[in-house]
């Protein structure tokens, strides 16, 4: 697979990651690298890539708590501590192996510290691959408010490597699956289709899905780097779906939903409001109910759990003078940006989730 260049940056596939990575340190000529890992990369993932690196730079490892929960301002400023107690300076290369939380923290650490460090991306989880790969969005949530604080940054170089994926659990593949369905809802119904079997996909073929799904993101994100008009489509199901996974994150007596799981949820939710109010055909939002259920199964939520959620909705990042702006879709492929949805419809969509 070729190298795709996006955002100043460099991704790179599987054979090419190491031999471009080792090329890469050779030329820079960093002062000191370090290696931002959590305790699971760590383990399952770190003696791999150390095993493929090739340098005589000196290397230290800052490891963090895994999950969500830790992505935190906190987990930053013990970040940036152990790098500064570690004498990194500004040609100092920080490389981070991990899923989505790693890269958006790492990225937002190395892009804050000393004004802006080198940084690397190695992502080792489905959902960092398709999904924070590529955009250079970094940065962390503010309570249970996800990712509100951050910066656009572009890492040197996004090593995609899909060797890292037999490290996964079965979830977390169905989290970052999610992403790439929603490629194909806002792309082209052509991919979408791709995935209404799983039972006939393959490994070669989930690594020509990844990377059709990274050329898909760059495409939008390169015509929008900042988010100013088409790269909104990339929220797609993200309106609700970031409230719900805010709202299970918070709630004890929920259990916490993975990304990419509350992200099914929000998807089948903007389907139907799509349908009442863009005129997206009832019969694939019917079909897109039936798949993403089929492939993810169903999430309780209760009436009482209504209104908590949509008042989560005033705290979503696409929002402006007062208003809570959705992606809706026209068609398959054909996305429908700032779109102003009445909190009836909201009602009505959750109920169509319960049914």
Not at 171 to 181: D, I, K, P, V
Not at 199 to 211: E, G
Not at 316 to 337: M, S
């Amino acid at each position: 697979m070729d190298s795709i260049t996006a955002n100043n940056g460099i991704i790179h596939f599987n054979d090419t990651c190491f031999p471009s990575i080792n090329q890469h340190l050779k030329k820079k000529n960093f002062s000191k690298i370090f290696i931002l890992v959590d305790e699971n990369t760590h383990e399952n993932c770190l003696p791999y890539f150390l095993s493929k690196l090739e340098t005589d730079t000196a290397i230290e490892i800052i490891e963090i708590e895994a999950g969500e929960i830790h992505k935190t301002i906190d987990t930053c400023v013990g970040v940036w501590n152990t790098l500064s107690e570690l004498d990194a300076d500004r040609k100092s290369l920080l490389i981070n192996i991990g899923g989505g939380v790693i890269t958006d923290l790492g990225g937002f650490v190395a892009s804050t510290f000393k004004r802006g460090i080198a940084y690397i991306n190695v992502p080792t989880s489905l959902l960092a691959m398709v999904d924070a790969s590529v955009g250079g969005k970094t940065g962390v949530d503010l309570g249970h408010l996800k990712n509100q604080i951050g910066v656009i940054s572009t890492p040197d170089i996004v090593l995609i490597d899909t060797q890292f994926l037999n490290t996964l659990p079965q979830n977390q593949m169905r989290s970052g699956l999610a992403e790439m369905l929603k490629h194909g809802l806002i792309s082209n119904a052509s991919y979408w289709n791709k995935f209404k079997d799983l039972s006939k996909l393959t490994l070669d073929d989930l690594d020509t899905l990844i990377y059709e799904s990274v050329l898909i993101k760059k495409h939008v994100v390169d015509a929008d780097p900042f988010e100013n008009g088409l790269r909104k489509t990339l929220n797609y199901g993200h309106t609700l779906g970031h409230a719900i996974e805010s709202y299970f994150l918070s709630n004890p007596d929920k259990t916490t939903l993975l990304h990419g799981e509350a992200i099914v949820i929000g998807m089948v939710l903007a389907s139907y409001i799509s349908t009442e109010l863009a005129g997206f055909p009832k019969e694939t939002t019917l079909e897109i109910k039936n798949i993403l259920k089929g492939h993810y199964g169903h999430v309780e939520i209760t009436k009482d759990d209504y209104p908590k959620i949509m008042d989560l909705l005033k705290y979503d990042k696409k929002n402006y003078h007062g208003n809570i702006n959705f992606v809706l879709l026209e068609a398959i492929g054909k996305p429908k940006i700032d779109c102003l949805v009445e909190d009836k419809i909201i009602l009505d969509a959750f109920e169509f989730y319960a049914g």
